[in-house]
């Protein structure tokens, strides 16, 4: 049997992180070990879990390290001590329903030894649809959103929710690129560098997980999330885009992006949907502040 090794970040939502842990305790897998990475600053969480946790291997960090980080220690850690064949990277906001998945899961990874990165269908709890991976088509990164999918079928990217990795991808890209910290993009951008080693990134969408993630986005973004969005994105198409799709993505959309924002968080741009963003002027200076930082700080 394979190991699996699941890798869960916790930042300060302890009440959402017992409600997945509990819901792991169904899963009728047995070789797989849970590493968390306390990454409150407080080390409390861990603590806390640890009493009632027993089984979990558990690492305390100085606090808000970042996504690719935090889940790079947690992965590393994992990789030493468990030396397992899968590394899942799962959000501490994540429930499972199923206590087959991560059997059906690794089903499909062994039945091809090209498949290198598996998602789920990542749904809200009132049962609709969320995420089952995704496309770059020219200058877009699209969702796919085609509820009625049930067979393995293949895609750009899947989300970092939950993004089941092959030991061989590791050993060929690494881990997570640290330089996508805070958060945005580091996900995309692994799928897409295995993709070019040669890797199938695949959806199962006949998994479901629950993941409570924000279903709306009429939230106005603080400043420091609009910059991380800023600096991610521009850093990702240049890596990841050429031509025009590059150029029309860094001076075109993310500045319409700073000006405007979605009513609602739908999968096509649709003009309708669009309003003006409060701050817009602060949110360009963000943008032009991100070009010089990627012309001038990433190597």
């Not at 792991?24 to 600053?41: A, E, H, W």
């Not at 989300?159 to 580091?186: C, R, T, W």
Request: hydrophobic fraction near 40%; aromatic fraction near 12%; proline fraction near 2%.
């Amino acid at each position: 049997m394979k190991k699996v090794a699941i890798v869960i970040s916790a930042y300060n939502q302890e009440g959402l992180l017992r409600e997945c842990l509990i819901s792991l305790r169904k899963t009728d897998y047995k070789d797989y070990k849970i590493f968390l990475v306390d990454d409150s600053g407080s080390k409390k969480i861990g603590q806390k879990i640890k009493k009632d946790f027993k089984e979990i291997d558990i690492t305390t960090t100085k606090g808000w390290s970042g996504f690719s980080k935090v889940y790079n220690i947690g992965a590393k850690k994992a990789l030493e001590n468990y030396k397992p064949d899968y590394v899942l990277l799962l959000n501490d906001d994540t429930k499972i329903i199923n206590k087959d998945w991560l059997n059906e899961m690794v089903k499909v990874g062994e039945g091809d030894e090209k498949i290198g990165i598996l998602g789920v269908k990542l749904i809200y709890p009132d049962n609709s649809i969320q995420n089952i991976g995704g496309y770059i088509r020219k200058w877009e990164i699209t969702k796919e959103m085609d509820e009625n999918k049930k067979d393995v079928f293949e895609v750009d990217h899947v989300m970092g929710a939950f993004m089941l990795i092959k030991k061989q991808v590791i050993d060929k890209i690494g881990l997570l690129d640290e330089i996508y910290n805070p958060y945005l993009l580091e996900d995309t951008d692994y799928c897409l560098r295995a993709k070019e080693k040669g890797f199938k990134i695949v959806s199962v969408p006949s998994i479901k997980i629950i993941h409570k993630k924000g279903k709306t986005i009429d939230i106005k973004p603080s400043p420091e999330r609009m910059a991380a969005r800023f600096k991610n994105d521009i850093f990702f198409s240049s890596r990841h885009l050429k031509g025009w799709n590059r150029f029309f993505r860094i001076f075109i959309y993310l500045p319409m992006v700073a000006v405007f924002r979605k009513s609602t968080d739908e999968d096509k741009l649709k003009f309708k949907n669009f309003k003006l963003r409060k701050g817009f002027l602060i949110n360009i200076s963000l943008w032009i502040r991100a070009l010089v930082y990627n012309l001038f700080k990433i190597k």
